[in-house]
């Protein structure tokens, strides 16, 4: 009977995790998220009382982006920031994969807070990043120990004002496949791990993941920007070979997900990394979004629900909602609605500012564009939206 109990016990956790990794993620809410809204479901409609303002979709991504660029760059390396202030020059937006406990940190802390503030994101990379190949089963457990996986989260908490830490970083790309790992970084709360797969035979140069990883905890990308490092055998640093790869994902409306390491990297406007990075830059449909937040932003559209309400004749509102924690989701995402006359748009009450130029570069802001008869309305979910 005990046996039995431990049994069951073992298989219940089993689910549990496996269910954060998979069709349940991490940070459901119980209760109801209409009632939250103060919304009875019958309320509801399926056509507003307004029928001229029509909800047509959510945008695949923000601000209906043709494409999404998102960078990582791994280790506490001083060279980081003076790669930040080059992301900064061309507006790119990248997840900092940092050793807490390690390399440069203590001097990074200042200029990482100001990165945040600018619209990057730190992830986690461990605290004192340990390697040692092959990745057995003993090293995963010792290299993932609490001090590691939630003590490198805590030192991020506790140095920036970051809110949540959304992303992991495997060191050395080890232990990426272990599924005890992997549900140890879920319970951490980490919603995605970056891996950096099969680096002795250069399968981490061009992983040539074009969009979202298939599984949250042994994420790819698509191809490294850097010279030889580490035990490669090779870099990546023809920049008409690396821009031609970004054309290639943009063409398809993909991700292009790029990582370096800033000790394998040149600096100088004539140098690789700098004029990939202005490529990229300045790119009005695109999306430039970390690592983390991009995979946070997929959760928030995949379970954001959009349905009418009943109003007062000329008006149109819309319950906007998910069973998300609003703490580690604070994404916005766009909806596309059809409106035929101009109308004010409210979110909670307050109106939205119009904007209808300008790059997409953050993922919390909200707004309104107008194009035509469509209007595209960029908002954090759990709100009730207005047209007037
Ligand atoms: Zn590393």
């Given at each position: 009977?005990?046996?039995?109990?431990?049994?069951?016990?073992?298989i219940?956790?089993?689910?549990?995790?496996?269910?954060?990794?998979?069709?349940?993620?991490?940070g459901?809410i119980?209760?109801?998220?209409?009632?939250?809204?103060g919304?009875?479901?019958?309320?509801?409609?399926?056509?507003?009382?307004?029928a001229?303002?029509?909800?047509?979709?959510k945008?695949?991504?923000?601000?209906?982006?043709?494409?999404?660029?998102?960078?990582?760059?791994?280790?506490?390396?001083?060279?980081?920031?003076?790669?930040?202030?080059?992301?900064?020059?061309?507006?790119?937006?990248?997840?900092?994969?940092?050793?807490?406990?390690?390399?440069?940190?203590?001097?990074?802390?200042?200029?990482?807070?100001k990165?945040?503030?600018?619209?990057?994101?730190?992830g986690?990379?461990?605290?004192?990043?340990?390697?040692?190949?092959?990745?057995?089963?003993?090293?995963?457990?010792?290299a993932?120990?609490?001090?590691?996986?939630?003590?490198?989260?805590?030192?991020?908490?506790?140095?920036?004002?970051?809110?949540?830490?959304?992303?992991?970083?495997?060191?050395?790309?080890?232990?990426?496949?272990?599924?005890?790992?992997?549900?140890?970084?879920?319970?951490?709360?980490?919603?995605?791990?970056?891996?950096?797969?099969?680096?002795?035979?250069?399968?981490?140069?061009?992983?040539?993941?074009?969009?979202?990883?298939?599984?949250?905890?042994?994420?790819?990308?698509?191809?490294?920007?850097?010279?030889?490092?580490?035990?490669?055998?090779?870099?990546?640093?023809?920049?008409?070979?690396?821009?031609?790869k970004?054309?290639?994902?943009?063409?398809?409306?993909?991700?292009?997900?790029?990582?370096?390491?800033?000790?394998?990297?040149?600096?100088?406007?004539?140098?690789?990394?700098?004029?990939?990075?202005?490529?990229?830059?300045?790119?009005?449909?695109?999306?430039?979004?970390?690592?983390?937040?991009?995979?946070?932003?997929?959760?928030?559209?995949?379970?954001?629900?959009?349905?009418?309400?009943?109003?007062?004749?000329?008006?149109?509102?819309?319950?906007?909602?998910?069973?998300l924690?609003?703490?580690?989701?604070?994404?916005?995402?766009?909806?596309q609605?059809?409106?035929?006359?101009?109308?004010?748009?409210?979110?909670?009450?307050?109106?939205?500012?119009?904007?209808?130029?300008?790059?997409?570069?953050?993922w919390?802001?909200?707004?309104?564009?107008?194009?035509?008869?469509?209007?595209?309305?960029?908002?954090?979910?759990?709100?009730?939206?207005?047209?007037?």
């Amino acid at each position: 009977m005990k046996d039995m109990r431990k049994i069951l016990n073992f298989i219940l956790a089993g689910t549990a995790v496996a269910g954060l990794a998979a069709d349940r993620p991490i940070g459901v809410i119980g209760g109801d998220p209409l009632a939250r809204l103060g919304v009875r479901q019958d309320q509801l409609r399926e056509i507003p009382a307004n029928a001229s303002v029509r909800f047509v979709k959510k945008t695949q991504y923000l601000n209906n982006s043709r494409a999404v660029i998102t960078h990582t760059m791994d280790d506490s390396e001083k060279l980081v920031l003076q790669a930040v202030d080059l992301m900064d020059k061309y507006g790119i937006k990248a997840t900092l994969f940092v050793s807490t406990g390690t390399g440069d940190i203590q001097q990074m802390w200042p200029r990482l807070r100001k990165a945040i503030a600018g619209g990057h994101e730190l992830g986690s990379h461990s605290r004192t990043h340990q390697c040692s190949w092959p990745d057995t089963a003993e090293f995963c457990a010792k290299a993932f120990s609490d001090s590691e996986v939630t003590g490198s989260r805590d030192d991020i908490l506790k140095n920036t004002s970051q809110p949540y830490v959304w992303a992991w970083c495997y060191p050395c790309g080890l232990c990426a496949a272990n599924q005890a790992v992997h549900e140890k970084l879920a319970r951490a709360g980490y919603l995605v791990a970056r891996n950096y797969p099969d680096e002795p035979h250069d399968g981490h140069v061009i992983p040539n993941l074009q969009t979202y990883a298939g599984d949250l905890y042994n994420a790819a990308y698509t191809q490294v920007v850097q010279k030889i490092g580490g035990i490669a055998k090779h870099g990546n640093t023809d920049v008409a070979q690396l821009n031609a790869k970004f054309d290639e994902v943009y063409k398809a409306g993909g991700v292009y997900s790029f990582m370096s390491h800033a000790q394998w990297l040149d600096f100088g406007p004539n140098d690789f990394y700098q004029r990939h990075l202005a490529y990229l830059g300045g790119r009005r449909d695109v999306w430039y979004v970390p690592m983390g937040l991009l995979y946070a932003y997929k959760t928030v559209l995949d379970r954001t629900e959009v349905r009418a309400l009943d109003t007062p004749p000329g008006t149109a509102r819309f319950a906007i909602f998910n069973d998300l924690d609003p703490k580690i989701y604070r994404n916005s995402i766009t909806l596309q609605f059809t409106v035929p006359a101009k109308a004010r748009v409210l979110a909670g009450g307050k109106p939205l500012p119009e904007r209808q130029t300008g790059l997409t570069d953050r993922w919390s802001d909200e707004y309104y564009r107008r194009e035509n008869d469509t209007v595209y309305v960029t908002v954090r979910p759990n709100t009730i939206l207005e047209f007037r």
